[in-house]
């Protein structure tokens, strides 16, 4: 079983930066694909970035590519988001989740995390 903890949410003005923290625990997270996903009322979560387990391999979303850099630090279990050049459609709940295989579709990520709240003012 993993267990997921997101961190490092808030309140900022458009054009600031974020970083975002998501501790893991469970037998072989370290092994687990890692993804960043974001959700809004009413609307499904949508995928906004994945890291392979090694952090060989990182995808994102257009909507957040050249902003958005994921991470990973397998020695800490802990897999990082840094949001910079943030606008207020960027505000969302954010949430991790983890996997066996790399992947977008959120119905693909069996575990996943609490999320944490991003508001980023106009």
């Known amino acids: 079983q ?9 309140l900022v003005q458009a054009g600031g930066s974020l970083r ?5 625990s469970g037998l ?6 890692m993804g960043w996903f974001r959700r809004t009322p009413g609307k499904e979560r949508e995928f906004v970035a994945a890291i392979s387990w090694s952090g060989g391999y990182t ?5 957040v ?8 630090d397998n ?28 992947g977008y579709a959120p119905a693909q990520y069996p575990y996943w995390g609490q999320g944490t709240q991003v508001t980023v003012s106009s």
């Open 2 to 10: 993993v267990q997921l903890v997101e961190s490092g949410g808030g």
């Open 20 to 24: 975002l923290s998501c501790a893991a």
């Open 28 to 33: 072989g997270v370290s092994t687990y694909n």
């Open 59 to 63: 995808g994102y979303a257009d909507s």
């Open 65 to 72: 590519k050249g902003r958005f850099t994921v991470s990973r």
């Open 75 to 102: 020695a800490k279990n802990a897999v990082y988001l840094q949001m910079n050049s943030l606008k207020p459609e960027d505000t969302a709940v954010y949430l991790c989740a983890a996997r066996a295989t790399i």
